[in-house]
């Protein structure tokens, strides 16, 4: 997707992205009830139903400078950047489920939270944050729902704020991320947005960031939205 997004030659609007559900996470085609199945899959594509997609950006800083990247599905920040990073260096050749639930419960023993200050749409938060959620779309991280209220059309960004929770709340609330039960919980703010921008409130400990399961980089960061940037197939009940 940032490829598509980054190149100059020709609008995004004018490509028909379709997509073969081939990794372990699948988790984009989940909002738009692609089968993972290749022979529906390939039926789906022949068919041609599309809709015009929203693409997020996200503006971060790495070691080299200031740098921009496209995303279709989720950013995460703070313990789930953390996660993705150390996924990363472990450089497993395969990334099993058990063999993921291992890494999640080994990080969040691991990570320490990290104060951010937040603004969106003219509201200001400054806090510990387990984890910081943009989206276009719902699922992430194999089938969790951190943006339940991600709408991949609606020209809006999905922002979740989840506060300092305990490692045995987490535990605990496992079952709120998995069934979209997440704005339920006394820690968990839920928003649409435009805009957000998140910096670090400590120097020495900036916040990290992700996006759709690949690290970039650490705060500042600024989201914004691209309505409508990307027509992609999907299942005709969904196309435009």
Not at 100 to 127: N, P
Request: glycine share 8%; charged share 20%; with cysteine.
């Amino acid at each position: 997707i940032n490829g598509l997004l980054q190149q100059a030659a020709v609008s995004a609007r004018e490509l028909c992205y379709a997509l073969l559900p081939i990794g372990t996470g699948n988790d984009w085609i989940r909002t738009h009830g692609i089968p993972r199945n290749w022979e529906q899959t390939l039926k789906m594509i022949q068919a041609g139903h599309t809709l015009l997609h929203d693409i997020g950006q996200v503006e971060y800083q790495t070691d080299t400078g200031s740098k921009k990247h496209y995303f279709i599905n989720v950013a995460g920040m703070a313990y789930d950047a953390f996660l993705v990073r150390y996924i990363e260096e472990k450089n497993p050749k395969g990334l099993s489920k058990a063999y993921y639930f291992s890494m999640i419960l080994r990080c969040l023993f691991m990570y320490r939270l990290k104060r951010a200050r937040v603004w969106f749409d003219g509201q200001e938060e400054a806090a510990k944050f387990y984890t910081i959620n943009v989206g276009v779309c719902k699922y992430s991280g194999g089938g969790m729902q951190f943006v339940p209220h991600a709408d991949p059309t609606s020209g809006r960004l999905a922002l979740t704020l989840v506060h300092a929770v305990s490692k045995l709340g987490v535990l605990l609330a496992t079952p709120y991320f998995y069934e979209g039960r997440i704005r339920r919980h006394r820690k968990v703010t839920l928003h649409e947005v435009q805009e957000v921008r998140v910096e670090h409130v400590n120097p020495k400990e900036p916040v990290l960031v992700e996006v759709d399961g690949e690290f970039l980089g650490q705060t500042p960061v600024r989201y914004s939205l691209l309505p409508g940037a990307l027509r992609v197939v999907v299942p005709k009940p969904l196309a435009d």
